[in-house]
């Protein structure tokens, strides 16, 4: 059974960082490319970050040079450093599998909250 679980979010002012988490089970992380998506109330969830199983990162041009995704396939955990917060961050962040679309059913997520 495929499990995502998401953590790290938090409220933090504008110009904050916050390191969110992803844990996986269920199924070989090391050999998938992981993404990171979020959604704002009252919009559609949306792909902001990438990395391929070779460690290959893309980004959304709403976060770059401000997000950096990373993995470390034996802890099956990818993760999303956040840096230089701004109040159109705010979401709920969400992970999984990714193969031109999400893979797996979707986990919790994480809300991150940005004040201004």
């Known amino acids: 059974q495929v499990q995502l679980r998401e953590s790290g979010g938090g409220l933090v002012q504008a110009g904050g960082s916050l390191r969110l988490s992803c844990a996986a089970s269920?199924?070989?992380?090391?050999?998938?490319?992981m993404a990171w998506y979020r959604q704002a109330p009252g919009k559609h969830r949306e792909l902001v970050a990438a990395?391929?199983?070779?460690?290959?990162?893309t980004y959304a041009d709403s976060v770059k040079g401000r997000f950096t995704i990373s993995r470390d396939n034996a802890k099956n955990t990818v993760y999303l450093q956040i840096n230089s917060l701004k109040p159109e961050d705010t979401a709920v962040y969400y992970c999984?599998?990714?193969?031109?679309?999400?893979?797996?059913?979707w986990g919790q997520g994480t809300q991150v909250t940005v004040s201004s």
């Open positions: 999984n599998a990714h193969s031109g679309s999400p893979l797996y059913n």
């Open positions: 269920g199924f070989r992380l090391s050999i998938s490319t």
């Open positions: 990395i391929t199983s070779g460690h290959t990162t």
